[in-house]
Every structure is written in structure tokens, then in C-alpha cells.
């Protein structure tokens, strides 16, 4: 497939959706655990789980528009390319935060404040905020 330069209002959409879906299946599932299964073992077993599946959902929002192109998304430290990084650094990197070449990656301006060397754990928290930044550049840079 050839870059994209934009995405129509419903792939945003979506995607958008399909992420909160994922998210919400997570908290609820996480929800009903905790509230009816108490001790060590669970809590620790969820504690591992949590980065173990929101670093797997920055590879989902990053693969929904994996063909988005350099000349609209930037080369700042935006969160199009913290995503980009973060996704790069987990599938290439043993989940090492590590820069890219062509990006200017700005630790304290980024959304999740990583800095370059740092084990990437993504957190429920932390996806929201980065998953709200994502979408909104997004649409800010390649609604159709």
C-alpha cells in the first residue's frame, strides 16, 4: 500500500471506536476481578497484565494507520511519532524506548514523558491520555 496523505472521517472513527471497545473489555474484565477475587496472586497476575496489553494497544492505534505519511504527519515530537516510536521500540527494540533518525523526539513535551533507553510499560492510564493525544492530531493533520 502506497502512503496516505489523509483518512476519511469514518476509518478515524472506527478506529477510534475499536480502540475504546478493546479498553473497555480490559476494564471491565479487570473491574469484576477485583471486586469479587481478592489476594496477592490476582493483583500481581493483573499488575503484569496491565503493560502487557496497552503496550500491544499502541501497536493497535499505530497499525490502524501505519501508512501515514512523514509529509503531513511531521517530524516533530507529536503523538503520530510518539506512537510511531514507542511502536518501533516494542516490536525492534525488546520494548526499549530507542529514537528514530528522522524524528526530533523531545522527552518532556512528549505525552507519556519516556525518555530514550526507558523499559516501555504503558499503563491504562497512560493509553488513555496517549490514545486521546493520538486521535486528536490525527484528525488535526489527516482528516479528509
Known sequence: MLGRKNYTKEEID????SVAEQVAAYTSLTGAIAGEVTGKKVFAALEDFEPLFFDNMVLVL???FVHRIRAVTGKDGNPLNEVEIIAD???NNDGVLRGISVLKYVSGQSVLKLEIGDRIRVSA???????AAFFAELRSRFLA
Do not use: I, T
Request: net charge negative; aromatic share 18%; hydrophobic share 35%.
Open 14 to 17: 472506527y478506529a477510534e471506536a
Open 62 to 64: 499505530d497499525r490502524y
Open 89 to 91: 521500540s516494542l516490536m
Open 125 to 131: 492510564d497512560d493509553f488513555e491520555r496517549l490514545s
